[in-house]
Antibody
Framework: EVQLLESGGGLVQPGGSLRLSCEVS????????MTWVRQAPGKGLDWVSA????????EYADSVKGRFTISRDNSKNTLYLHMNSLRADDTAVYFC??????????????WGQGTLVTVSS | DIQLTQSPSFLSASVGDRVTITCRAS??????LAWYQQKPGKAPKVLIY???TVQSGVPSRFSGSGSGTEFTLTISSLQPEDFATYYC?????????FGGGTKVEIK
């Protein structure tokens, strides 16, 4: 059974940093691209970032480019999202998701349950 | 960036109704479109990918169609467990974008 478990969310002050983790099981991690999607309270889905199988290629939404960094450790079956210079509008539930192969031209076929990030003073 | 416009944003329907949700892209995206269902407090779940392919395990009452810039998700006979919010997503090019969502509620 495919499982994705996010952790690392919490309350952080504006301008602060946080690192989210997504530990996966049930599939061969290094065979799939991975992605992060967020959802602000009461709002829709907002794609954040994606990373290739090896980690050598990354993509970002304009809203997080230069502030967030996606990475992966294939030896630990873990995906990360390093978030710096956090703003109030980054407050959201952050989901990690498995892409069916690559992320572009395919689809997100498994999702974690999400971890809540709250940016507030 | 490619914008996706879903309509309607809210839909009130009864069990057994046929429901159609439309997703329009601001430019052509071939058939690189997926549909997701999300229930409150839960993660999204893929229903349809490549515009018209039903994900394994998804009931056959769900179907998708379209290509280019106009797409539809149809539920042939709405069931109680289908009351949820539905999102389209384009995967043609980065940044990958979602539609604003359609909330389907019980009439």
């Amino acid at each position: 059974e495919v499982q994705l478990l996010e952790s690392g969310g919490g309350l952080v002050q504006p301008g602060g940093s946080l690192r989210l983790s997504c530990e996966v099981s049930g599939f061969t991690f290094n065979n799939y691209a991975m992605t992060w999607v967020r959802q602000a309270p009461g709002k829709g889905l907002d794609w954040v970032s994606a990373i290739s199988l090896s980690g050598g290629h990354t993509e970002y939404a304009d809203s997080v480019k230069g502030r967030f960094t996606i990475s992966r450790d294939n030896s630990k079956n873990t995906l990360y999202l390093h978030m710096n210079s956090l703003r109030a509008d980054d407050t959201a539930v952050y989901f990690c998701a498995k892409c069916s192969s690559t992320c572009s031209t395919k689809w997100f076929d498994s999702w974690g349950q999400g971890t809540l990030v709250t940016v507030s003073s | 960036d490619i914008q996706l416009t879903q309509s309607p944003s809210f839909l009130s329907a009864s069990v057994g109704d046929r429901v159609t949700i439309t997703c329009r892209a601001s430019q052509g995206i071939n058939s690189y479109l997926a549909w997701y269902q999300q229930k409150p407090g839960k993660a999204p779940k893929v229903l349809i990918y490549a515009a018209s392919t039903v994900q394994s395990g998804v009931p056959s009452r769900f179907s998708g169609s379209g290509s280019g810039t106009e797409f539809t998700l149809t539920i042939s006979s709405l069931q109680p467990e289908d009351f949820a919010t539905y999102y389209c997503q384009q995967l043609n090019s980065y940044p990958l974008t979602f539609g604003g969502g359609t909330k389907v509620e019980i009439k």
